[in-house]
């Protein structure tokens, strides 16, 4: 394996993004990984395996060859949230995975319909204490419902959920006024709020993003609240550490060119890589300790 590293890679390269095309993610794996093969002198080619929260993707990298060739485009759900919403998981993200980077942050924030009667966290936050049962958050995915459940074991409310099957369904009722609130994600919401058609309360991130600094973070109100959606590649546990190594390096170059970061921001999208694998390793264990506490508190299981 040591000379294979030495020559890798000699052939094409297999992204596998858990996501159906067209969508973000889609876009994102495209862009960097052809970008990532311009680096390495090898085409990679994106594998679309969407389904069952990333899982199908998920499992068929988990039984790849450790050899480079077959990557994955993991989300925060698949290596830190899965693990605990599934009492069986087709995968184990910290056996069969070795982490090569993250990618970059997707964050999703609280909206609100524009004729609310609050612009912020605190506004809020304060409202629905003075008075419970005044607002309802809209939520389309688990993350969103982890994202609320965090929101009220920090601020101390009990803010309901209303459940959609779908993101569109949900940014239409509350541009409706159909529901007052609901967690969206970022490229979703910043065309709305700039037409000033959607409130942006806050930002579920550590800190605030560089395509929209004016917007504010809930953890700015709520130190230490980060539940923010992230993209990264991951690859088959037993992958030479070489050949991380160099698929690492490509990620940061492609992350680095003007024209990457230019498309990425105009899709809401915030490119971050990882200083090293083992910097990305160290995030995934950060993010998997939180997630794990608030899913068990929130009581949230999908099987």
């Known amino acids: ?3 294979a590293a030495q020559t890798y890679p000699s052939r094409q390269i297999t992204l596998i993004v858990p996501f159906a095309p067209g969508g973000p993610a889609d876009f994102l794996g495209r862009l960097v990984g052809q970008k990532m093969g311009e ?18 993707g998920a499992q068929a990298v988990a039984k790849a060859a450790p050899d480079g060739y077959t990557l994955l485009m993991a989300i925060d759900g698949t290596l830190v949230m899965n693990p605990f919403l599934y009492t069986k998981l087709a995968y184990d993200p910290f056996k069969d995975f070795v982490p090569v980077s993250l990618l970059a942050l997707v964050p999703s924030a609280l909206v609100g319909n524009i004729n609310i009667p609050v612009s912020s966290i605190k506004e809020l936050v304060d409202q629905e204490r003075a008075k419970p049962g005044t607002f309802q958050i809209g939520i389309s995915t688990p993350t969103s419902q982890v994202n609320v459940g965090l929101l009220n074991m920090m601020a101390g409310t009990n803010f309901g959920i209303v459940p959609y099957r779908g993101g569109t369904t949900q940014i239409t009722g509350i541009l409706a006024g159909d529901i ?11 065309p709305l709020w700039r037409d000033k058609r959607l409130k942006i309360l806050g930002l ?52 680095a060119m ?4 230019e498309k990425l921001l105009a899709a809401g999208i915030e490119p971050a890589s990882s200083a090293t694998p083992q910097e990305f390793a160290a995030f995934i264990r950060s993010q998997a300790d939180t997630r794990a506490k608030v899913i068990a508190a929130v009581g949230m299981k999908l099987d």
């Open 39 to 56: 680096a390495l002198g090898q085409q990679i080619v994106v594998d679309n395996r969407p389904g069952a929260n990333t899982i199908i």
């Open 258 to 261: 003007p024209e990457v970061r």
């Open 180 to 190: 007052p609130l609901g967690m969206e994600s970022i490229n979703v919401a910043l």
């Open 1 to 3: 394996m040591a000379a």
């Open 204 to 255: 579920v991130s550590a800190q605030r993003l560089s395509l929209a600094s004016e917007i504010a973070t809930i953890a700015e109100t709520f130190p230490g609240y980060d539940l923010g959606i992230w993209q990264s590649i991951v690859a088959p546990a037993g992958t030479p550490p070489a050949i991380v190594n160099v698929l690492h390096a490509s990620i940061r170059k492609a992350l």
